[in-house]
Nanobody
Framework: QVQLVESGGGLVQAGGSLRLSCAASGRTFTSYTMGWFRQAPGKERELVAAIMWTGGRTYYADSVKGRFTMSRDNAKNTVYLIMNSLKPEDTAVYYC????????????WGQGTQVTVSS
């Protein structure tokens, strides 16, 4: 059974930085793509960034390009989302998710971590 455990959320002022972590367990993730999603109150969940576990190819939403960086540590089975130049509109619950790279949908989800950016 896949387990994804996020950590690192919190309250930060606009312009500040945070690093989110997602510890993955329960299977071998070499054929997986990991994603970070976020959901703000009253809005739909959106994909913010993704990384292929093998090869490290990344994707970023236009709204975070140049500010957010997603990376992985194979030895620790952990993915990270480094968020710089945070804006109030980045405020949301951030979720880690996993999918087999051959599948279109994310099947496994973490519990989420709150990120609040004050102006």
């Amino acid at each position: 059974q896949v387990q994804l455990v996020e950590s690192g959320g919190g309250l930060v002022q606009a312009g500040g930085s945070l690093r989110l972590s997602c510890a993955a367990s329960g299977r071998t993730f070499t054929s997986y793509t990991m994603g970070w999603f976020r959901q703000a109150p009253g809005k739909e969940r959106e994909l913010v960034a993704a990384i292929m576990w093998t090869g490290g190819r990344t994707y970023y939403a236009d709204s975070v390009k140049g500010r957010f960086t997603m990376s992985r540590d194979n030895a620790k089975n952990t993915v990270y989302l480094i968020m710089n130049s945070l804006k109030p509109e980045d405020t949301a619950v951030y979720y880690c998710a996993a999918r087999k790279s051959t599948r279109p949908t994310y099947d496994d989800w973490g519990q989420g971590t709150q990120v609040t950016v004050s102006s």
